[in-house]
Each structure stands twice: as structure tokens, then as C-alpha cells.
Antibody, heavy 122, light 106 residues
Framework: QVQLRESGPGLVKPSQTLSLTCTVS???????????WSWIRQHPGKGLEWIGY???????YYNPSLKSRVSISIDRSENQFSLKLSSVTAADTAVYYC?????????????WGQGTLVTVSS | DIQMTQSPSSLSASVGDRVTITCRAS??????LNWYQHKPGRAPKLLIY???NLQNGVPSRFSGSGSGTDFTLTITSLQPEDSATYYC????????FGGGTKVHIK
């Protein structure tokens, strides 16, 4: 059973960089199969927004609406992957989820973390 | 981006009722449509993928149908544990989700 858990600061100041980590247990990011590891967020009271993903090989693909500010990376030694979102504003306040895809397509999410709330405020 | 529109935005139904949620895409997406259930404070759960395929472990009272631009999630006999928000998501191009349908149990 794959489990994912998000961690990171719950409060970030405007213009700073939001940094979150997703710790994976029950599977190896590097050797557990050709999966994609995604970040998804949900603004308060609103729908879900896909941020981007990283393939186990290290290739990344980001939502064009966030591409200029997003970076996703893998730490193979810790079996984690991370999100960095730069120049944040109040509009980046959201619950952030990490997820793994179902079948190596990167597009269907069958394993999710419980989410972590990040508030952008001074 | 492809816009996904769900209706209704919320509904209230009784245990045992048949519930139908619709999702419409702003352009054709073939069968690249997935459904999720989300309860507060919990991880979202994949219910249906590729429009009509039931994810392993999901009760058979859940079913999905549709192709092109119009899709439906049906719960044939609503149970108390089905109280949640349901989201559709297209996987045809840049991934986008519908706005959600909140299901309340009367």
C-alpha cells in the first residue's frame, strides 16, 4: 500500500518561495515502476488545480499557468519529491496534495496524501 | 485549457436513492474522464477512470458513463458513507478538474 504524506511550512510570506515535501512509503520512487509523482492544490472553497509532475526518471512537466514559478524535484535517498513555488501571493493559499498516478500515464491519480494547508500572509 | 463543468453543485438525497452527477467538457475529450470522491480532511479517492472503469475496491454501486463532452457518475443506492464532494477530471490535455458536486444525505 503506497502512502504519501505532505510536509512543510504552513505559513509563507508574500514574495517568498513555498517549499513542500512529499514522503513516500510502501513504494520506491526510483525503482517502484514508471510512475509520475504530482502536486495538486485546492484553493479554499474551490476546485482542484494540477500543478505539475515529475517522472521517476526525473523528467518534469508543469501546468503552463504556473510554469514560470514551479519546480519539482526528487530526493532518491529519502524517497521524497518536493515542490517549490516562487514569488507567492495570497492567491497561492491552498491545500497542497501530492499524488501518484495509476498506470504510468501521469494523468489518473490513485494515491494521494491527505494534504497540507499553506497560507500566504505577512 | 479544457473547462469542466459539473452539475449540480450540490444535492441532497436519501439513503437508497439513485444519484446522478453530470460533467461536461468544453471540448471533446473522448473517454479521458476520471471521477474522485473527496471527504473533508481525507485524501481524495479515485472512483472511476477512463469514463467507465471502476477502480479496484470501489463499491459496484458507483458507475460512470459517457464519451466526447458529456459524462455521468451514478450512485445506484446512496449510502451514508457516500456523503462527500465528487470531482470529475479530464486527462485529455493539461489536466483540469470540475468544480465539484457536494452530496448530502437527508
Amino acid at each position: 500500500q503506497v502512502q504519501l504524506r505532505e510536509s512543510g511550512p504552513g505559513l509563507v510570506k508574500p514574495s517568498q518561495t513555498l517549499s513542500l515535501t512529499c514522503t513516500v512509503s510502501g513504494a520506491s520512487i526510483s525503482t517502484g515502476g514508471p510512475y509520475y509523482w504530482s502536486w495538486i492544490r485546492q484553493h479554499p472553497g474551490k476546485g482542484l488545480e494540477w500543478i505539475g509532475y515529475i517522472h521517476y526518471s526525473g523528467n518534469t512537466y508543469y501546468n503552463p499557468s504556473l510554469k514560470s514559478r514551479v519546480s519539482i524535484s526528487i530526493d532518491r535517498s529519502e524517497n521524497q519529491f518536493s515542490l517549490k513555488l516562487s514569488s507567492v501571493t495570497a492567491a497561492d493559499t491552498a491545500v497542497y496534495y501530492c499524488a501518484r498516478d495509476l498506470d504510468g500515464s501521469g494523468t489518473i491519480f490513485d494515491n494521494w496524501g491527505q494534504g497540507t494547508l499553506v497560507t500566504v500572509s505577512s | 485549457d479544457i473547462q469542466m463543468t459539473q452539475s449540480p453543485s450540490s444535492l441532497s438525497a436519501s439513503v437508497g436513492d439513485r444519484v446522478t452527477i453530470t460533467c461536461r467538457a468544453s471540448q471533446t475529450i473522448s473517454n479521458y474522464l476520471n471521477w474522485y470522491q473527496h471527504k473533508p480532511g481525507r485524501a481524495p479517492k479515485l472512483l472511476i477512470y477512463a469514463a467507465s472503469n471502476l477502480q479496484n475496491g470501489v463499491p459496484s454501486r458507483f458507475s460512470g458513463s459517457g464519451s466526447g463532452t458529456d459524462f455521468t457518475l451514478t450512485i445506484t443506492s446512496l449510502q451514508p458513507e457516500d456523503s462527500a464532494t465528487y470531482y470529475c477530471q479530464q486527462s485529455y490535455s493539461i489536466l483540469t478538474f470540475g468544480g465539484g458536486t457536494k452530496v448530502h444525505i437527508k
